[in-house]
């Protein structure tokens, strides 16, 4: 994994995928999708359907079942766990289960700020060391055509520098 700054060349070349002209704005996300496949900057994750009952309105409103493409939670923690463990992990490798103990700390003292979380009913103390913890996050929105729109999202509570510090970028007021 690596981030990009402001003076990046991958930002650079990203941004001549786009439109040429400015009147050229139509196909933006067509090129850039088909610059991604072409530059292989493709992420080897699954990408998966989930049915869902949606509302057509055309030829007359009716209730149907789509498959809605969506790259899964495991299918991402599989893909970190194998190329950047150290973000899932607490800043840990898998090999030195340095993230037992942080993660086993994690849950002890989150039980004083929400002893009914379901990690406390569904599992053993002694298992604590193996569970990550995370946010999960969903917004709803429309597209270009209208159409409602489902993201989520997750983001690691314990970040790679470990428990000393947090996952929130910015100020906090």
């Known amino acids: 994994m690596r981030s990009l700054g402001a003076s990046d060349p991958l930002l650079d070349e990203i941004g001549r995928a786009g439109p040429t002209s400015k009147k050229k704005f139509r196909n933006v996300s067509w090129n850039f999708h088909a610059w991604i496949n072409r530059t292989k900057k493709v992420l080897p994750v699954k990408v998966s359907t989930v049915k869902l009952r ?53 849950w002890e003292r989150y039980f004083k700020l929400d002893g009914n979380h379901p990690v406390y009913q569904n599992f053993n103390e002694s298992s604590w060391g193996s569970l990550v913890p995370y946010c999960l996050h969903g917004d709803e929105g429309r597209g270009k055509a209208k159409r409602p729109v489902l993201i989520t999202s997750y983001q690691m509570i314990i970040p790679q520098e470990g428990l000393g510090e947090t996952n929130m970028k910015g100020y906090l007021s």
């Open 54 to 106: 949606v509302l057509e309105r055309r030829p007359r409103l009716k209730q149907v079942e789509k498959n809605f493409p969506m790259i899964g939670l495991k299918s991402w923690a599989e893909y970190l766990l194998e190329h950047s463990p150290k973000f899932l992990l607490a800043g840990h490798s898998l090999e030195d289960h340095g993230y037992e103990e942080t993660f086993r700390l994690f």
